[in-house]
């Protein structure tokens, strides 16, 4: 944990600053809240430690031999250093095919859900037509159905349709997401009514103000909507487990997960299995800091409603 | 949040002039989302629901002819059968109520304590501790499987640190043994009282009841905690930036020293917040699936075995659909119930007359601050 005291050094400086606001003439106090300072970084560090580290051992060990990971699991320097893992991941297996379904899910889901869940939400918010409140109150029952309880009815309707096993079968039934729905409402209901009363008066007809005039300044909730449903796709599992069984459909997640269970590995070897694990967090990883502030602080506005 | 829809301005009546053809437009908006809302939510369920009262085998489609109704054979078989159905369904209960019993509190807590160590306006690397907590939950459960099984193999990483500090780590995923029965063991206590042992539910006997999450679920149960304690340390943020620092001053004149301030002024203001992260917890820790479905299947001993992954082993594995239905549905109820208990317990209690006399001294600010916190 060596990494840790440069860190912790650096941290000690900002107390004293923080400390000389407060009142002068109080010494022992001033003392007192700088111990507390330290415990406080001391803390916030170690913390922190437990949470990045298994992240970087993740990576470091994906570049080990398998030998190597077993002899020094701890180890954030692979020694020696070998892109065996991922070049058996990219050339001697169907991890490639695997990512290029989750990439064709994943976008296809997403747009879906930002067109459909953005034009039921300004429906929901601003149409009036009879019917609005239980088709509301429809949206806020299907939110509340645990997901699990869906595995087996799913594969019901999936197989009934004949779109099992199909790409139609994997992306259809996501398209649509009522917490998404709910959040475009929300969105909806909180921008003026001014501007589409004008558009209108214009004489333009519904669609054309939902899309040209309301679609464009529902932006920060559209990347909300982005977000989540990117994520939720990508790291979507149970679904595919579901609605496909040949090898030719099979996502990332499903594909890693059987990876984890030791087929196409015989005995552990940890690090193809990581390494698999690391390049499937890469692209939610992207998305998580391109929009870093955003999610943050998407969170705070949803819950102060 | 209520349920009925905001009131919009009525100009005149509907139908005519300038709003014509809105509630065409509406029903064509709402379309799509209501048709794969309908058809993959609610049908199924409806489906699921007539499957766990029928002796459908898989085979073909379950509405056809020869399916019939046996009533609550499947749920009989699950929950009094007597047989291997009623005891695994007995062992994923077990199991999956230890998960929840220690997921819940301590997710809850570690979220809360996270969200008031980066609250702090004079922190330096804010964002950055942020960002490391919250992190793990942006990565799919199956990739942090993956990583929890290399980092807690019998000569992983977690066992490796421990014998830093002399402690020879267990056997994590390949260990069955309940960790209560293992203290238990260590007092020389091996086996339970004839009461606990003679007297069984759902085929499992009181004792094994009582043994605790195993030292695999415990691997599981660190994973929960780890992945879920960044998104509520947000919903904690949110929470406390409504927090009226104006009763933290009031608080700190009236001499509370740090602890009573959380106990008695942060904290019943974040009652709401506490409220949607046990309900989002609860919901959440009865839904264990993928972790176990990647990770364990159930194994060692069954004893990672939860009621989801039982109900999709026995329809999908077994070909027990009407098992795997009903199993379904009583983890539904179970839900649903805990929700509804949950709810109760952490309901607005009205408070003693004493204890109101106690807080009497600023009722104003109390007012003015739930008027603020109400914007």
New interface residues.
């Given amino acids: 944990m060596s990494a840790a005291t440069p860190a912790r050094a650096?941290?000690v400086s900002?107390p004293t600053m923080?400390a000389t606001v407060r009142p002068p003439g109080r010494r022992r106090l001033r003392g007192r809240v700088l111990t507390w300072q330290i415990a406080?970084?001391a803390?916030?560090v170690v913390?922190?430690i437990i949470?990045?580290y298994?992240?970087l051992?993740?990576v470091a060990?994906s570049f080990k031999t398998d030998a190597g990971a077993?002899a020094d699991?701890?180890g954030l320097i692979p020694a020696p250093f070998t892109w065996a893992a991922y070049q058996r991941l990219f050339l001697e297996s169907a991890f490639p095919l695997w990512f290029a379904n989750s990439v064709v899910v994943t976008i296809s889901v997403t747009l879906g859900r930002v067109f459909?869940?953005s034009?039921?939400g300004?429906?929901?918010a601003?149409?009036?037509?009879?019917?609005?409140?239980v088709?509301?109150?429809?949206?806020?029952g299907?939110m509340a159905?645990?997901?699990?309880?869906?595995?087996?009815?799913?594969?019901?309707?999936?197989n009934?349709?004949g779109i099992y096993d199909s790409y139609t079968g994997m992306i259809?039934?996501l398209?649509?997401d009522?917490a998404g729905?709910f959040i475009m409402k929300n969105f909806f209901?909180s921008i003026p009514v001014a501007v589409e009363e004008q558009a209108?008066?214009d004489g333009a007809g519904?669609?054309r103000i939902?899309w040209s005039v309301v679609l464009p300044m529902a932006r920060p909730a559209l990347i909300t909507i982005i977000i989540l449903s990117f994520?939720g796709s990508?790291?979507e599992?149970?679904h595919f487990?579901?609605s496909t069984q040949s090898p030719e459909l099979t996502t990332?997640?499903k594909g890693?997960?059987s990876?984890?269970?030791g087929q196409l590995s015989q005995g552990?070897q940890?690090p193809i299995?990581?390494a698999?694990?690391?390049i499937?967090?890469v692209p939610?990883?992207v998305?998580?800091f391109i929009f870093?502030r955003r999610?943050?602080n998407t969170?705070?506005?949803?819950?102060?409603? | 949040?209520s349920?009925?829809?905001?009131p919009?301005r009525r100009a005149g009546s509907?139908g005519k002039g300038?709003?014509r053809?809105?509630?065409?437009?509406?029903?064509l908006?709402?379309a799509?989302?209501?048709i794969?809302?309908g058809?993959?939510?609610?049908?199924?369920?409806l489906?699921?629901l007539w499957?766990s009262f029928s002796d459908w085998s898989g085979r073909g489609?379950?509405?056809s002819s020869d399916v019939s109704f046996v009533g609550l054979d499947n749920y009989a078989a699950v929950t009094t059968g007597g047989g291997l159905a009623e005891r695994d369904f007995g062992i994923s209960l077990r199991n999956n109520a230890w998960y929840v019993l220690l997921v819940v509190p301590l997710q809850t807590a570690l979220s809360l304590v996270?969200a008031l160590?980066?609250n702090?306006a004079?922190?330096?690397?804010r964002g950055?501790?942020?960002?490391?907590?919250?992190?793990?939950s942006?990565?799919?459960?199956?990739?942090?499987?993956?990583?929890w099984?290399?980092?807690f193999?019998t000569?992983?990483?977690v066992n490796?640190?421990l014998s830093w500090i002399g402690i020879n780590g267990p056997n994590w995923f390949n260990d069955p043994s309940g960790v209560i029965h293992n203290a238990l063991a260590s007092f020389g206590i091996q086996s339970g009282p004839e009461t606990l042992t003679a007297n069984s539910f759902l085929g499992l006997s009181f004792w094994d009841w009582l043994a605790g999450p195993s030292v695999a679920m415990s691997a599981f149960i660190f994973m929960a905690i780890?992945t879920t304690s960044?998104?509520f340390m947000?919903?904690f943020?949110?929470?406390l930036?409504?927090v009226s620092p104006d009763i933290q001053e009031a608080a700190m004149i009236d001499g509370a020293n740090a602890w009573q301030r959380f106990w008695y002024v942060t904290l019943p203001q974040l009652r709401p917040?506490v409220f949607?992260v046990v309900t989002l917890g609860l919901?959440g820790c009865?839904?264990v699936?993928?972790q176990i479905?990647?990770?364990t299947?159930g194994a060692p001993g069954k004893t990672t075995l939860t009621p989801?992954f039982l109900?999709?082993q026995s329809?999908?594995i077994s070909q027990q659909?009407g098992e795997?239905?009903a199993i379904?549905?009583i983890?539904?109820v179970i839900?649903v119930a805990f929700t509804v208990l949950q709810r109760w317990v952490l309901r607005e209690r009205k408070v003693s007359r004493r204890r109101i006399r106690q807080y009497q001294v600023n009722p104003a600010i109390v007012a003015s601050s739930s008027a603020e916190a109400g914007r």
């Fill in positions: 650096a941290s900002s923080a406080l970084y803390v916030l913390l922190a949470y990045i298994p992240f051992v993740q060990t077993a699991p701890v459909f869940d034009l039921a300004y429906a929901l601003r149409l009036r037509f009879r019917g609005r409140g088709v509301f109150a429809l949206l806020i299907v159905v645990p997901a699990v309880v869906l595995l087996i009815p799913k594969f019901l309707v999936i009934q349709l259809l039934p398209l649509v009522a729905v209901e209108r008066v519904t669609f939902f994520q990508w790291n599992l149970s487990i579901v990332l997640t890693v997960a990876l984890a269970s552990s940890y299995k990581l698999a694990a690391a499937m967090t939610v990883a998305i998580f870093q999610i943050m969170s705070e506005g949803a819950v102060k409603e | 949040m349920v009925t829809a905001p919009a509907s300038i709003r053809g809105e509630a065409a437009a509406g029903w908006f709402t799509p989302a209501l794969i809302l058809v993959f939510l609610l049908v199924p369920v489906m699921a499957v489609s379950p509405l996270l160590l980066v702090r004079i922190l330096r690397g950055f501790f942020r960002t490391a907590f919250y992190f793990p942006v990565t799919s459960s199956v990739a942090i499987t993956v990583l099984l290399f980092l193999s000569s992983g990483v490796d640190v780890f960044g998104t947000l919903l943020l949110a929470g930036q409504n917040v949607t919901i009865w839904q699936f993928d479905y990647t990770g299947q989801a109900s999709y329809a999908f659909w795997g239905a379904a549905f983890l539904f839900i």
